[in-house]
């Protein structure tokens, strides 16, 4: 007994280093949210301040040049869990529409797989838009006919097929392919604010049964909604769900990683009542102080449980505001969304896929500190893996590039990092080297000098020939080998 007590005691003293040393990993995602839209870097945004996101700046590193895998969606959240490019998927173009089928697969490691293998506790709360799987009665694939951009608004045949899936779908079965099947323990959203069914997901089952049809007064697709859902209440639910999560976390001691794509400030723009006029500008604007204010209660959670030191807090958007935003308006009561640059949700203009993203962690980051360096929300696997020094497959993070040095201050710049690839709703492709910038349009390819034209207003390709050629080779390496990320010896 007197030699196995000392060997149990080192065994729990390793355990819990063990338990210590690895970070909490909070992922807060915004849903539509321009680099303009945070105030610590837009001097022009008038009344839509974002004291809390502000803060988290002044207590973290804000890269100014990171950017979403896409202008749109789906494929940015398919790249930010994968760390791979979407449009190396089924997907080339758009985003999934409702009842789209999984886009992540079975075989796919994500980072919620591969934090889970490494004793973390995973969970996502709020927005997934990756597809999922529905099933009918006998339990068999509901949706297994739809065509990648069925949606109800897209012709007749494309209305009948989504028609038909619905009339097969059985509401009280359990759904497939969706965040539990891509490594998340707790699930707790929805698929998209704007798509059916409209009703809360728990895991992978529905939290009651949507028997009305929606409204059409009531924003979004038309579909099956459960009776008394408030749109207005989806972003208060989400954060009291988070505040409970961070609380039971606190209490079991075991590190966990938390995505939190949130539905705001995307449409349906629904401010709760306690910030409807909040700005004296818009719903719009209500709607994107909200977003800030979640931001706030997330940083309060953490520092009432005590986890605020030990976590890596981020937060970043899915790609740039969207034009339901009205930027006229906006314009006319002082809110310059266009401030840096132009575009906005949709486009390859910088102002589609250039985003906020602010990373705090008091343990391993300076306060205050700044990056220029180019990023992409797809580093997001390999920077984890990284830190835990876990040893990326070849056939995972094909486009992911660990940026922790740049977390910890030990370099400045990457000088080897593959090039960053940008991809809008069309489907059309941009490429970056440094403060170059090519979008590839086939036979008028534009290329700007960011350092000197962030508003992409002068086309330098006639001028330099030589590097749109370069340029445009690496882009088609990049597309023909199925990664950019190199591969290690």
């Known amino acids: 007994m007197k030699k196995i007590l000392p060997l149990l005691l080192i065994f729990l003293a390793l355990e819990a280093w063990a338990k210590v040393d690895k970070p909490n990993i909070i992922f807060i995602l915004a849903d539509d949210m321009s ?66 089928s999984p886009l992540i697969t079975a075989d796919r490691l994500t980072v919620a797989k591969l934090l889970k293998s490494q004793g973390y506790h995973t969970a996502a709360i709020g927005k997934w838009h990756l597809g999922m799987n529905w099933h009918d009665k006998k339990g068999k694939i ?89 749109l207005d209440e989806i972003i208060p639910t989400l954060v009291e769900k988070t505040e409970e999560y961070i609380e039971q976390r606190a209490k079991s001691g075991k590190p966990f990683f938390l995505y939190l794509p949130l539905t705001s400030p995307h449409t349906p723009i629904a401010p709760g009542k306690a910030f409807i006029g909040k700005t004296g500008i818009s719903d719009y604007a209500d709607f994107v102080v909200q977003t800030d204010d979640v931001v706030g209660r997330v940083m309060k959670a953490l520092k009432k449980q005590g986890l605020a030191k030990n976590t890596i807090l981020i937060f970043s958007s899915d790609n740039g505001t969207s034009g339901f935003a009205n930027f006229k308006l906006l314009r006319s009561k002082g809110v310059n969304l266009h401030n840096h640059f132009s575009g906005h949700k949709a486009s390859i203009s910088e102002g589609g896929h250039r985003v906020p993203f602010v990373v705090r962690w008091p343990s391993g980051i300076k306060a205050g500190s700044r990056c220029k360096q180019v990023v992409s929300l797809n580093d997001f696997i390999a920077t984890v893996a990284d830190l835990l020094d876990y040893q ?47 979008i590839d349009l086939g036979r008028k390819p534009r290329l700007y000098n960011l350092d000197s034209d962030l508003k992409e207003k002068t086309n330098l390709a006639s001028k330099f020939p030589d590097r749109v050629k370069k340029m445009r080779e690496i882009l088609n390496y990049y597309k023909q080998s199925g990664r950019s990320r190199k591969r290690k010896n």
């Not at 486009?399 to 090039?419: A, C, Q, V, Y």
């Open 142 to 230: 509901a949706n297994y006919d739809l065509k990648i951009h069925d949606s109800f608004f897209k012709g007749k045949e494309a209305k009948a097929r989504i028609d038909r899936v619905e009339k097969r779908i059985d509401f009280t079965q359990r759904i497939t392919g969706g965040p539990t099947d891509c490594g998340f323990d707790y699930f707790f959203g929805v698929d998209a604010p704007n798509f059916p069914p409209y009703v809360w997901q728990v895991n992978d089952k529905l939290l009651g049964n949507p028997s009305m049809a929606k409204p059409k007064k009531t924003f979004g697709h038309p579909g099956p909604m459960l009776p008394g859902w408030k």
């Open 35 to 100: 680099y303009d839209s945070v105030s610590a870097f837009n001097d022009q945004i008038g009344n839509m301040k974002t004291p809390n996101i502000d803060k988290l700046v002044s207590q973290g590193m804000s890269f100014t040049d990171a950017h979403s895998g896409s202008a749109v969606c789906t494929p940015t959240r398919y790249g930010l869990l994968t760390g791979r490019y979407c449009w190396r998927t089924k997907l080339k173009r758009e985003v999934l529409w409702e009842y789209g």
């Open 392 to 438: 990326l497959p070849p056939n995972a993070g094909e486009d992911s590039t660990s940026i922790l040095p740049l977390f910890k201050g030990e370099k400045k710049r990457l000088p080897n990092r593959p090039m960053v690839v940008n991809h809008d709703y069309g489907g059309r492709f941009a490429i970056r080297d440094n403060q170059w910038k090519l």
